[in-house]
Nanobody
Framework: QVQLIESGGGLVQTGASLRLSCEAS????????MAWFRQAPGKEREFVGV????????RYADSVKGRFTISRDNAKNTGYLQMDNLKPEDTAVYHC????????????????????WGQGTQVTVSS
């Protein structure tokens, strides 16, 4: 069992940066692939990015590529989402998720691929 707790959200202006954290319980965090999703009001949950268990490879949605960076510190059981050059369309509740397995699954951008989810943290970007 893995529990995930996100933090670091807030209200910022366009062009600002934020770093979200996802702290995981349990000793097996280093064996899980970790992803970030987001959900804006009235919209479906959207894939943001994913990082493999070792942290050496990540993949991103086109909408955030070049602006967002995922990383992880397995010694601290924590994953991160660094968000730069934020835009109003990035406003959403951001969730981290974890999947058993060291590598990307074939359906890594689908939320059904993940076994554990955090409650989310709100990010609001004002124009």
């Amino acid at each position: 069992q893995v529990q995930l707790i996100e933090s670091g959200g807030g209200l910022v202006q366009t062009g600002a940066s934020l770093r979200l954290s996802c702290e995981a319980s349990g000793r097996s965090f280093s064996t899980y692939t970790m992803a970030w999703f987001r959900q804006a009001p009235g919209k479906e949950r959207e894939f943001v990015g994913v990082i493999i268990s070792s942290g050496i490879s990540a993949r991103y949605a086109d909408s955030v590529k070049g602006r967002f960076t995922i990383s992880r510190d397995n010694a601290k059981n924590t994953g991160y989402l660094q968000m730069d050059n934020l835009k109003p369309e990035d406003t959403a509740v951001y969730h981290c998720a974890a999947a058993r397995g060291a590598y990307f699954s074939a359906a890594y951008s689908r939320d059904a691929s993940y076994d554990y989810w955090g409650q989310g943290t709100q990010v609001t970007v004002s124009s």
